[in-house]
């Protein structure tokens, strides 16, 4: 009787691997440009579609080829009016290539945006630092991926979101990045101006309502700001503060 013999377990060769790679990759590719012409002619779902395909079909060695395909996606998001997802795709496609450009503009885009639709809701303390969580940047998750880009689970907003400083951030990769480049340079200094003077514009706010505050405590006793006047020592630097009728 033959003795009994392990059928030997197949392991297909390097050459085998990479024309398989390349065979996915092409695949992606075709999906990719049926993305592209969906977008041209604004059927944005419907390209989201063929990018998530694109994703699935891509090897995930393929990051700089990844990293198109979730830009691609963010395209569409913003197309529609999704900036939070637009976003998140950027995200996706910059863990994936740093250097990508057009990808980091994208995302300033849409952080703009979100800052907008804030100050929209009359949330005037977006936009700043100040002891609030910072909102992090999000990462590739291949588990979740495929499904992204066509129908993208409700996410809530960060609650203390800075996105003009995050916008502000990525400026400054971009100039980094393309040092020469007069249009990352302008945005920047922009962003810059924005944040000032909507610091300005809070801190008057606060003082108003500070002054108010204090009116309204010393108009009990038939006295006002008006009647204390602070004064600068040249010599020291401190102030004085001097009553006045």
Not at 106 to 117: G, N, Q, S, T, Y
Request: glycine share 6%; with cysteine.
């Amino acid at each position: 009787m033959a003795p009994f013999e392990e059928e030997e377990e197949f392991v297909p060769s390097i050459v085998e691997v990479v024309e398989e790679e390349g065979k996915s990759l092409e695949v992606a590719e075709g999906l990719k440009k049926e993305g592209n012409d969906l977008f041209k002619s604004e059927q944005y779902e419907k390209s989201l579609e063929k990018y998530a395909s694109a994703l699935l079909a891509c090897p995930s060695t393929c990051q700089v080829e990844r990293s198109v395909y979730h830009c691609n996606s963010a395209a569409c998001h913003v197309k529609r009016g999704d900036f939070l997802e637009g976003k998140e795709e950027c995200d996706k496609a910059l863990d994936l290539n740093e250097t990508y450009v057009k990808a980091l503009m994208r995302r300033i885009a849409c952080l703009e945006k979100l800052d907008e639709k804030e100050q929209e809701k009359g949330d005037a303390s977006f936009g700043f630092s100040g002891d609030g969580p910072r909102e992090e940047r999000g990462s590739e998750a291949p588990a979740a991926e495929a499904g992204t880009a066509v129908a993208p689970a409700e996410r809530a907003s960060p609650k203390k979101a800075n996105y003009l400083e995050l916008a502000l951030e990525d400026c400054k990769k971009w100039e980094e990045l393309e040092p020469r480049n007069r249009e990352a340079s302008g945005k920047r200094s922009e962003l810059e101006k924005k944040m000032k003077d909507r610091q300005e514009a809070l801190k008057e706010e606060v003082m108003g309502k500070l002054k108010d505050l204090g009116n309204n405590i010393l108009g009990r006793f038939g006295l006002s700001l008006d009647n204390f006047k602070a004064e600068k020592d040249p010599n020291t630097g401190s102030y004085s503060i001097n009553f006045k009728k």
